[in-house]
């Protein structure tokens, strides 16, 4: 069994994905169709000094690892759809526990060309 295998396994809970994001020309951002999503994650609440894509050094306030890639300017809630209303929904930026992905890493596994760990710092 490798890394891979062993954070699929721990990838057991449920957190709700906005992704696809774009400048909604008024400083925001929307969001492509299909989204919000959920996915499953192990999350992490642990504070770790970053540098954003802007090369920036930042705190990030948790590690997400996930199974699939992600969006860096997307969003992550730790939670179910059933948790959130309509309006939450349609914004991340109103829902209590949200948080901007500022990076995202996709490493492979050690002699893998199919296989990664995956991980989202908010």
């Known amino acids: 069994m490798g890394v891979a295998d062993l954070f699929n396994r721990a990838c057991v809970q449920t957190a709700v994905y906005w992704g696809d994001p ?17 996915i499953l994650c192990r ?11 802007q090369g920036k050094e930042i705190v990030s306030m948790a590690r997400v690892y996930v199974l699939q890639d992600l969006d860096e300017e997307g969003w992550l809630f730790l939670g179910s759809l059933d948790d959130l209303d309509s309006d939450e929904e349609e914004d991340p930026r109103k829902v209590d526990g949200a948080f901007e992905i500022k990076q995202f890493s996709k490493s492979p596994e050690y002699r893998s060309t199919d296989k990664f760990v995956r991980v989202a710092y908010l």
């Open 22 to 38: 774009s400048d909604d020309g008024y400083g925001g951002k929307t969001f492509g169709s299909g989204y919000p999503e959920e």
């Open 43 to 53: 999350w992490e609440n642990r504070k770790q000094l970053i540098t954003n894509a």
